[in-house]
């Protein structure tokens, strides 16, 4: 993969200092045999399937209205990914947090904006778990403003060229925290970009909320609310990409009460397992108003019923992602199919708030044609709902974007997000949060 072009190369520099253990992320580098398990990249061996219907309640009967939809098959289907795929949440995990604001508003990058250093206390008490939210508001804003909120790979001084951010941890396996550095040789986030079309800019690590590995529960907020005599959550519990995704929902928690903030305009970033956790965190907490999911494969946007690239078998295998999904999901690794929920029920969860996915033509891996197929099998949520699909059945070619309220684009190339689909993503939020049509 060519990482030059990759607007988060700092994946590579979690594999340099923890040495997680990432497989193979496109086609250019794709390989026959995973843990073991062979990978399939053939269409013709992609298998048939028949896909739960959203729509359709457990004993048979069709939603009919939006109300129903709300009240009674919403609710169900969220259950049921809780139960079988992400985890629960634990009933005595907090769901409100207190934040401190250390940087209460300091001029950034040359006046072009207002920075805001916050940090989110994750449990009642403030000593230890806790994760820092940096936030730039556009200094010539007369009122509140949307927000792109980016979860990142890394600490909030490596993500942005700003000296004046507070310099942040990673974890290694050994449960060191260390300094990444401010650059360490990679590329940063363009917040001016976003400033420059009215739009703030927000960022939290995913590794404050919890380390990205399997012991990485000890340090996490999971290991924080283990019952006595437990080593790791029951397998319906929480996953780290249910831990994750509920530590974005305590950063909405300060962004709600940020007059700068425009809290029903906040976009949500991630890329590949973020990617997941961005797509359940919108799926699971309605107060975010879009997501942008960048090539987030299995256990995201891409169908699981496809065997096509990465599978159930190879995330959940003992050796790789399983601490990711609560231990259920692995019941399903053999048989798909068995698995209550898809990920076009993932994807009906955010109707009828915009939801963009957005892939590589080459990230083989991570089935770009699965997540579109899978956006196209939760067209009639939307429409139920009186939104936009993609209105249409057939795959596009790369380049060609598909933006309604859910809106589909596949660049030329591999894993992760190139500095031009920033193009796509700033058209998609200016059309649903300005009308900019």
């Not at 300060?254 to 425009?262: A, F, K, R």
């Amino acid at each position: 993969m060519n990482r030059s072009r990759c607007l988060f190369p700092e994946v590579i520099v979690i594999i340099i200092t923890i040495s997680l253990n990432l497989s193979p992320l496109n086609g250019q580098s794709k390989q026959d045999v995973v843990a073991g398990i062979p990978v399939n990249y053939d269409e013709e061996k992609a298998g048939t399937w028949s896909l739960p219907d959203p729509l359709v309640f457990p004993d048979g009967k069709i939603v009919r209205n939006a109300r129903q939809w709300y009240k009674k098959r919403r609710p169900q289907i969220v259950s049921l990914f809780e139960e079988y795929q992400y985890g629960k949440i634990p009933s005595d995990v907090i769901r409100k947090s207190g934040f401190n604001i250390f940087d209460k508003g300091t001029p950034a990058f040359n006046g072009l904006a207002i920075r805001k250093q916050v940090t989110i206390y994750l449990t009642e008490d403030t000593s230890d778990h806790k994760a820092d939210l940096l936030l730039y508001i556009p200094a010539n804003a007369s009122g509140p403003v949307p927000v792109f909120l980016n979860l990142s790979f890394m600490p909030n001084s490596s993500v942005v060229d700003d000296p004046g951010v507070k310099e942040g941890y990673i974890r290694d396996r050994d449960g060191k925290l260390i300094r990444p550095g401010r650059s360490g040789g990679f590329g940063k986030m363009d917040v001016i970009r976003f400033l420059n079309e009215g739009i703030g800019f927000a960022t939290v690590n995913y590794g404050d909320i919890e380390p990205d590995f399997a012991e990485g529960v000890k340090y996490g907020i999971r290991g924080h609310y283990l019952r006595k005599g437990e080593e790791y959550p029951a397998p319906d519990e929480w996953g780290a990409i249910s831990a994750w995704a509920w530590g974005l929902s305590r950063a909405m928690d300060y962004l709600e009460t940020d007059p700068q903030v425009d809290s029903k305009k906040v976009a949500l970033f991630g890329i590949s397992r973020l990617g997941k956790t961005v797509l359940w965190a919108g799926a699971h907490d309605t107060r975010f108003g879009m997501v942008i999911a960048s090539c987030s494969g299995e256990g995201g946007a891409a169908l699981s019923r496809r065997l096509f690239g990465e599978t159930i078998d190879h995330m959940t295998h003992p050796t790789r992602y399983f601490y990711q999904f609560a231990g259920n999901w692995r019941n399903f690794s053999a048989d798909p199919s068995a698995s209550p929920v898809d990920a076009h029920m993932l994807i009906s969860l955010m109707a009828p708030r915009p939801l963009l996915l957005q892939t590589g033509d080459s990230d083989l891996w991570s089935d770009p044609k699965g997540e579109f197929l899978a956006a196209v099998a939760a067209a009639p949520v939307y429409k139920l709902l009186g939104k936009k699909p993609l209105e249409t059945s057939t795959f596009p070619p790369p380049g060609v974007p598909l933006l309604n309220d859910l809106g589909y684009f596949m660049h030329a190339g591999g894993h992760g997000a190139l500095p031009s689909d920033f193009d796509v993503f700033l058209k998609f939020m200016k059309m649903h949060f300005f009308n900019d049509k």
